[in-house]
Structures are given as C-alpha cells and as structure tokens.
C-alpha cells in the first residue's frame, strides 16, 4: 500500500511532507507506521532518520496509532478567552479519554492545536476536515453525538 | 486571452451578470409585491419585466421589489426610478402593458401617461 | 433567459460554516424549488463578509439587505416573505439601541471601514473567476504586463510605500528590488500562508475569500523581479484555503492569465501550492523556505537572506497574503491613492482581526493610523455585556497587550513598537476586567513553548525558565527577585534568539509587566489574584446568610471536602478543596463566593508541611 501511495509522487525530497499527509489520511489508524517510514525512505533514498526528523518535528503527524475521527481543540488565547477549558473538560468526560488518548473503540482521538484561525467564532475545534464554533458543552455533546450514530 | 481587450470583453459580461449587486444601473423597476398586488397578479408583471429586459439585452435596467405600497386599489403596482428624473408609478399593471411600458418609457424615454397615476415623490 | 432578480449572497468562510453556514444554503435550495422560484433567484457563497460574530450572515441585493444569525428554519420565512413577497424580514436584521439597520452599508460594523485588500470579500463568489475579473480583476497584470518594465513595477512599489503586512513591516519594494537587481537563471516568489498567530485569521480569509486577488499579487511580484515559478505555502489546518487557490490557478491557466506568454508580453508563468504540516514556526520565512524543500522547518541565520540565497539556494521573494492583496488594488488605482490612506510612514490600510471579550468579532479593514477605541468601540462594538475594556493584545504571542491609556494611540508599526506592543499580523485579542494579565502572559509562553524549533538555545531554553517562573508565581510560589529576573531573561532572550519567534516570544510577559506590574506584585507578594483566574491564589466560600443548607454543593463535591446540615448550613475544608468550581456551578441561591488569596487555612498547613520538610533535611 505504501508503495502505490509514494509512487503518486516524484521521487524528490521536497514531496516528503505531502507523501506523509498522503500515508497517514488514507491510513484507518491515521498514524505513519515505522513500515511507512522504511518504504519511504527507500523510494526518496533518504535515510530514515531524516524522515522520522520531519516526522516528529511537525504535529500534525503521529507515530502511533488514532482513532477513525480527530479532535483537534484550539488551545489558543482567544478560544481560551472564550472558556475552551470548560469545552475541554466536557470532551474529556464524553469520550472518557485524555489529551492525546484514543477511545476504546477506536472512534475518537481527542488532541489540542495552536491557532484553526476561526478565532472570530471562538471557542472552536476540528473533527476531521471540519470546523465547528462557537462551542457550547451542549452543542460539543450534540456533536459528537451526531458522529457516533454516523458509524 | 491576450490582450487588453479581451480581459474588457470578459469584464463587460460578467458586470452584466452580477449587476443585482450595483453597478451601472440606469432605471430600477420596483414592483409592489405585497398581498393584495401578488393577488392582482405582480408576479406576472415582474416576470414579464424579466422577460422583456432580458430580450432586449437592456443591460442598465434592473428589477427589483417592495412590499405593499398602499394603493390596494391600483395593485400591481410599479415604480420606474430614473436618476436625475422624477419617479413614475404606474398603477394596474398586466403583461400588455408592461411590453409598452418597456418599450415606450424604458426604451425610448416617453413615459406612458395613460398608465402613469403618480409622478414624483 | 435568466428570470433572476435576486442575489442571495451567503458568506461561507470558516466562521460562519462553522456557525452551519452550508446548511442554511442547502435549505434555501429545497425552500426555492418548493416555491418554485429557483429560477428567481442567483445563490452565491461568497467569502468571509466581516462580522463572524453575527454569523451565519447573508446579504440580499439588489436592495443590500443584511441578515444575521439566520438558522436553516429562518429559511421559510425569507423566501416566502422577502423573495416572493418582497417584505424583508425585520427580525432577522442588526437592531441596537431599538434601531435597525437593514442595509449591509448603514451596518455599523462596516461604517468607519476602507477596504483594499479584503474588496471583493464577501461580495463575490471566491470560485468565479468572471466575478473577480467583474470587479477589475487582472487589469493591473495587464497593464503591468503591456506597459511598465519590471524596474517600473519596483518604482511603483516604492512609491505606494506598502509595507510587509506579515508582520514586521518590512517595506516590500526593498526585497522585490534586491531580488530584480540580482541576477539568476531562476528565481522564486513564495506566498506565505502560514498564518499562525493565535487571534489573526485574514489571510484564511483573504485566500477563501478572493483567491484571484492574491494570485494576482503574487504575479505582478514576479514580473517586478524575473521569477517565472511561485508557491503557496499554506499551512495544513486551513484546507478550504487550499481548495480555492488551487481552483483559481487552474481557472486562470484556463483562461491564460497563468502560463506562457501572458499577455504577449514574453512573461511566463507558473504556481503551485505547498502545505505545512502543523508548525507555527514555518512561518517565518528561512524555516518555511526549508519546509518547502521537505525538511524539518527549522529556521536558519540571516544573511544570507532568501533575496540572495533562498529556496534551493536561488533568489527567493517570500510575501504575505495580505500583502499580494492589496498589490493589485495599488496598480489599478495608482501608487499616490494608496499612499494617501494610513499615516506617513505606514501607508494604506490594515486588516485586523478582532477577537476575545468584544462584541463584533470578525474581521475589519481601517486605514493605519486609526485608533484603538475607534476599533474596538466604534467599529468593534465595544465590551460584552457591562464588561469594562482592561487590555488588549496585538500581534499575537509576539506582540505585547496595551491598556486604557493607549486608547487613543493611533494603531501603525512605528507607534505600536514605541509602546511595547507590535502590530504582528493583525490580530486584536481584547480582553475584560476578569482577566489575569499573569495568567494571560504565562498562556502566551506556554504557546512559544510549544512552537520553539528548539534550534537555538535561548529559545528552547530559555523560554522554558520564563514559563518555569511565570508558573511558580500563578501557583502561589513566586518569590521577590521573579520580576526582574523575567525582565532580564526576557531582554537577552530577545537579543539572543536566531528567529523572529524566539525574539518576540518575551514580549507578552515584558508588556505585561510594564503595564501590570502590581498584578505580578500581588500574585507575588500577597499570593493573591484579583481577577481569581488564579485557581492556587484564590479561594472559595459558603455565605452563611445566604446558603438554604440544600446540600447539592456537597453532593457535587468531587473531594468530598465540603459538610454541614441544613441548621448549621454548610462548610469547605480549605485545605482539601481541589476547587474545581462544581459547588459554585450547582449552588441554587449563588451563596458561593470567590474570594481573591490563599485561604489563611492553607496557608498554616503549607507552613506545617515545609517545616515537616525541613525538619527531616536536618536529620
């Protein structure tokens, strides 16, 4: 699998990033698995060092295993403002998970970010590709209710 | 696309097409579409409006609507507002005499007294 | 033959999808085909129209009307009363202080607002290139193009007095001349895109919201200085952005505004887009640079700077997004219109971001040189509810927070830098009286934390002493000599560290000292916050007189620490309480208090505690 994903792209260095993005969505576990890693380095004849050095430096990639859907909670300063700790805190409970934990069902990974820039409709955050604002407990309940009787 | 010109020719088009939004418009039409003037048949009138507009290719006329204007009596009711010329209400309206409204007033600048019961504010 | 007499405009940037934007627009699909009008009506998603904090939002033309928070069961109503009845919906309109304003223009939101760059914003659709040509675009690449030489294009540049709207306010003709005068067999124009900085998000906006402008821009860059390639480097968190401009380089080579030849003018050229991966980082422009080329975005020394060395080793021009959008604004209408708006020395207009405690949150474009309290009260609306206005940050976790007094301080680089503060991208957190300026500034180090690359010592080392200090003192443990010795870390870490993050990153906790400093004295001195954001430095208390002795405070109590009865009401053991708030959120009668301090019962047993400490080291 990990071969038909680099071929999509030009043996250069510079499609590294977008050769990672590319294994970890397509990935159920949304993770670079080690696997990912030595393939890669063979394809762009790069050591894998160097890979696991970008790997690790940017955040949105992971080395472990997540869930099927993402959480990502803006941590920033105007989300803060706006009481994102008491959304927080009511993610925490409704998945029973800690930052950076996936559920047992594999369902949830419930993560912080810097900044989504949404910051006019703090607090905000972001399941997968979208971005829900202004957050209420009730509405973060609402939400994650929607998604769970979805799968 | 090569030129100048070719970007205007584009331009010009497609101000044509968002010209609801502003733009160079000469004459707005207003049609009273309150209860009692959609009952009298506005929404005939003003698709009428539409339609002639739109066959004529008048780019600088734009069509728009109100609520009820007040004279139930005259329903449809539809004001021609012209810049820098008192406005025109035209009472009664139906798809006839839209055609020679448009053709008369809008067209050649002859308001069309028979139909017109009020000019001015 | 188009029957349409109505242009329903739904702005569909993030914060108003976020607000369920694209449900709105779904339901006025069904609505109109139920009504039968889908012929009647033009429905256009537009990009962000301003004030998010209304959102979801719409406008109506030809009449301009403005509708906020419309929900998809508001939907009936619009189509029946105001597209087919012609009577616009009133309740759905702004109304403050019993008046309502139903046209977008008499908005006050909008009132003290120019707009350049953000022009089309809101008023097109982003994913029509006829729309943005409608408007004038391209016309400044032609003429560029057909009539100036790219030494022309610089001169212009400099006389438009544009400045880098990034952050730093480097006037952009310097870099685009450095870049014409050297000469390369290749060169590159890159478009950063890497908007981090917590509270700013107009060049979100700005690329979701008029793509074309910014390609544009970035084309009338490249002519002035020889590039025939560019990228946009946007960062990973911002997909919509990605979509867009991706869309609009593959309308505008359709179209053969992008390609060989453009123009016939011999200029060619060609873009692509680059995303990040999630580093704040990359955002300054040695470290996007190395992103780009797929290495870990770690900033490097300058010289060489990218003019002269940048991306693989080539002459490289990295501008902003706000900046390539107001460029060509400045060609249509000529060097001398823009120089006339801003002040002097900063010309033009700016986009700021208004966010926190204010009641229009959005995005606004004033001329430089407008005040803080023309912002935040005339344009941003003022406080939430009967909040009183206490500080408010711009520029971000490099910026510094300025107070009342500065209110009427004229927001440019020159004027902002003079106060401790910057200008930063634009972003403008306001805050009110319930916020802790300690609390606020160790936030913002916490972030910088985060985001140091680690590369150079001063950054990842000493930040982390600043937030170690700024922690003791929020957790009751501050020590005198803390004040000045964050003073002093922070003053070598700004002139130590190799990047712009690491220099700016103290800047929050040295404005905030400057301005607040008998916030830090009393977190220090009397282990007291005022603002009782300070969990460790405050306490909660049961009011005899009020409390009804209903016992749910103490059923609710995860610590078990509070007891009494219904006689003798009801009591918290201080020195177990882990004050987590669920009394003060559950009590029916509000009969508990916060009370700024450590409670003198914690205190005794802390003091216990330390002696019993000391007195096995003296075993």
């Not at chain 3, 990034?166 to 590159?188: E, L, R, S």
């Not at chain 3, 972030?447 to 930040?463: D, T």
């Amino acid at each position: 699998m990990y071969k038909e994903i680099c071929a999509k792209y030009a043996p250069n260095k510079d499609n590294l990033i977008y050769i990672l993005h590319d294994i970890q969505d397509t990935h159920p576990q949304h993770y670079v698995s080690s696997e990912a890693v030595h393939e890669i380095s063979e394809y762009l004849t790069l050591p894998e060092n160097h890979i696991y050095g970008v790997l690790t430096f940017y955040s949105m990639y992971s080395t472990t295993p997540r869930g099927k859907n993402i959480i990502r909670l803006c941590e920033s300063p105007p989300c803060y403002i706006k009481g994102s700790y008491n959304i927080l805190r009511k993610l925490k409970t409704l998945l029973g998970v800690g930052v950076g934990e996936t559920t047992k069902d594999g369902n949830f990974t419930l993560e912080l970010c810097a900044c989504l820039g949404v910051c006019g409709n703090a607090p905000v955050m972001m399941i997968n590709d979208d971005v829900y604002g202004d957050l209420s407990e009730e509405k973060v309940e609402d939400i994650i209710d929607k998604i769970r009787g979805r799968n | 696309m090569k030129t100048l010109a070719d970007l205007k020719k584009i331009r010009e088009k497609a101000q044509e097409d968002m010209k609801l939004r502003g733009g160079n418009v000469r004459i707005k039409i207003v049609v009273g579409m309150g209860t009692s003037g959609i009952a009298m048949g506005a929404r005939e009138v003003m698709k009428t409006f539409l339609e002639e507009i739109a066959a004529r290719n008048l780019s600088d006329v734009l069509v728009t609507q109100t609520g009820e204007k007040g004279l139930s009596s005259m329903e449809p009711v539809v004001d021609l507002i012209e810049e820098g010329k008192p406005k025109v209400t035209y009472g009664n309206m139906n798809p006839d005499k839209v055609k020679k409204v448009v053709v008369e007033h809008i067209v050649n600048g002859r308001v069309v007294s028979d139909y017109a019961v009020a000019t001015g504010d | 033959m188009s029957l349409k007499h109505i242009d329903l405009l739904i702005c569909c940037g993030s914060g108003c999808i976020s607000a369920g934007a694209l449900k709105i627009k779904e339901r006025f699909h069904e609505v109109l085909k139920k009504h039968h009008a889908t012929n009647e009506v033009n429905i256009i998603e537009t990009g962000c129209m301003g004030p998010c904090d209304f959102g979801p939002v719409m406008v109506i033309y030809p009449e301009g009307i403005f509708y906020k928070h419309v929900t998809p069961d508001d939907v009936e109503e619009i189509v029946s009363e105001h597209f087919i009845k012609g009577r616009p919906v009133t309740r759905l309109m702004l109304q403050e202080e019993e008046k309502t304003f139903a046209v977008k223009q008499d908005v006050p939101f909008y009132q003290k607002q120019i707009k350049v760059a953000l022009e089309n914003c809101g008023y097109i659709n982003p994913e029509s290139l006829d729309e943005y040509i409608a408007t004038g675009g391209y016309e400044a690449l032609g003429t560029v193009l057909t009539q100036k030489t790219p030494q022309d294009v610089v001169d212009e540049m400099k006389a438009s007095g544009l400045r880098g709207r990034g952050g730093g306010g480097f006037p952009t003709y310097i870099k685009w001349q450095m870049v014409h005068d050297n000469k390369a067999d290749q060169k590159y124009i890159i478009c950063n895109a890497d908007e981090g900085d917590p509270g700013a998000f107009m060049d979100r906006s700005l690329l979701e919201g008029d793509p074309h402008r910014i390609l544009e821009g970035m084309m009338i860059g490249a002519y002035a200085m020889g590039a025939s390639e560019g990228f946009f480097y946007i960062r990973a968190e911002y997909p919509l952005a990605i979509k867009r401009i991706k869309m609009a380089i593959a309308q505008a080579k359709d179209m053969g505004l992008m390609g060989e030849n453009i123009f016939d003018s011999g200029f060619s050229f060609d873009a692509e887009v680059r995303t990040g991966a999630g580093a704040f980082v990359c955002g300054e422009e040695t470290a996007l640079i190395h992103s780009i080329e797929g290495e870990r975005g770690n900033p490097t020394p300058k010289p060489p700077y990218p003019a002269l060395q940048g991306l693989w080793g080539k002459p490289t021009v990295v501008n902003n997004v706000e900046t390539f959008g107001n460029i060509p604004t400045i060609f249509r209408k000529g060097a001398k219109w823009f120089s006339s708006m801003g002040t002097e020395k900063s010309p033009g207009t700016k986009v700021f971001a208004l966010t926190g405690d204010i009641k229009n949150t959005g995005l606004v474009e004033v001329p430089m040189g407008t005040t803080l309290r023309e912002l935040i009260f005339d344009v941003g609306g003022g406080m939430i509810g009967d909040h009183k206005f206490k500080a408010v940050q711009l520029g971000g976790p490099s910026g510094g927070c300025l107070t009342v007094e500065h209110l009427d301080t004229g927001v440019d680089y020159e004027s902002l830098k003079e106060r401790g503060s910057m200008m930063g991208s634009g972003g403008v957190i306001v805050m009110n009286e319930e916020k802790c300026m300690v609390n606020v500034a160790k936030f913002f180090m916490d972030f910088c934390v985060e985001e140091s690359c680690g590369k150079c010592s001063p950054c990842r080392i000493g930040l982390k002493q600043m937030l170690a200090i700024l922690d003791r003192i929020t957790s009751g443990y501050g020590r005198e000599g803390d004040i000045e010795e964050l003073q002093r870390l922070g003053e070598s870490i700004s002139k130590l560290s190799l990047c712009g993050l690491g220099q700016t990153a103290p800047n929050p906790v040295l404005s905030t000292i400057r301005y607040f400093r008998d916030e830090y004295e009393a977190h220090i001195r009397d282990r007291s916050c005022s603002t009782k954001v300070c969990k460790d430095l405050m306490h909660f208390q049961i009011d005899k007189d009020k409390c009804i002795g209903c016992s749910l405070c103490a059923r609710n109590c995860p610590a078990h620490c509070i007891t009494g009865s219904r006689e003798e009401k009801y009591l918290i053991h201080q020195v177990e309480c882990i004050k987590c708030g669920n009394c003060f959120d559950v009590c029916p009668v509000k009969a508990i208090d916060k009370v700024p301090g450590i409670h003198p019962d914690t205190v005794a047993h802390r003091a216990e505690l330390s002696k019993a400490v000391n007195h096995y080291e003296d075993l």
